[in-house]
């Protein structure tokens, strides 16, 4: 099974940059492969991974994701060509919608119909990337624009036909699209022994296209924690898992929350959330299941977390997205460290 770690700050944490290098150096020599930098409303994707070009020499480096309300699409096709150029071909575009929250409140652009918004995106990406001419009428996007000036451009840079496009999708349509038109998922709210809720719709997809689930790489994960105080450790993770249910979107629309309650734990689901939104964020945690905890995160004692890295494994998964704690940098190395060496002997090696 392979492995991947997040890098950069989606919600900028304070965090000096130089230990984002670092970690991710470490990530390298310890056989990582692949490094996503997230963007939320603190560092954009972008700019972190260009740095990350020129000081690493075989991680692969992916936006995991970029948000395609902020940035047009014909951008993102010429931003995904520079990026394989000064990676020498190891960048990924990772894509995504975001939430309603996030394109309505920070970028002012409607969230209706995104999956509709996705579709014309990724087809406008994969024809300037062929090194195709951009024109393109569709019901969000109409290229050139109407009644003006502009011509239909094709980029300057070469082609680049097969770079990869991963998809960040949760509800049961848009996993069908990303089955059909993606080379990889960048999965959440991912639990193994609930896996077909996402893997039915994206193998559907694949197999209208001709292809199979095994055409596209799974990649999942979840916060890795070891130790022997399982319920101390549990306790730490109960309010991260309330922001997911709580706060990943509006009371209205959260994908996140939508796709545990379709894995069984909508009583959970729906309780945080009404705790979370009412501005009760201590209940909201203290209401999370240990049951969820345990399930959506590989956390607990050496036996524990070797048990959830096989169940990744069987359900599916490819690659396995790694996120570790420390109470500094070298603690959070040691720990990844430690991490990836378990992934690799109870897996074999990427």
Known sequence: MKTAIGIGNAYYDGAPFSDTVAFTLAAERAGVDVAWSAEAWGMETIAPLAYLAAMTERIKLGTGIMQISSRVPAMTAMTAATMAMVSNDRFLLGLGVSGPQVVEGLHGASFAQPLSRLKEYVAIVRMALRGEKIQFEGKHYVLPRPG??????????????????????????SLEFTGAMADGWLGTAFVPEHADIFLDPIRAGAESMGRSLADIDIEVGGTVEIGDDVDAIIER?????????GAMGSASTNF??????????????VEVQ?????????AAAAAVPDELVLAANLIGDESMVRQRIRAYQAAGVDTLRIGVRGRDLDERIANLEQVVELVHQETGPS
């Open 148 to 173: 003006g000036e502009g011509k239909a451009l094709r980029l300057s840079t070469p082609p680049k036909p097969d770079l990869p496009i991963y998809l960040a999708t949760l509800g049961p349509a």
């Open 237 to 245: 993770h109960r309010p991260g898992m309330a922001f997911v249910l």
């Open 256 to 269: 996140y929350n939508a796709a545990f309650k379709r894995a069984g734990y909508e009583r959970a689901a």
């Open 274 to 282: 009404d705790l979370w939104v009412s501005g009760n964020r201590e």
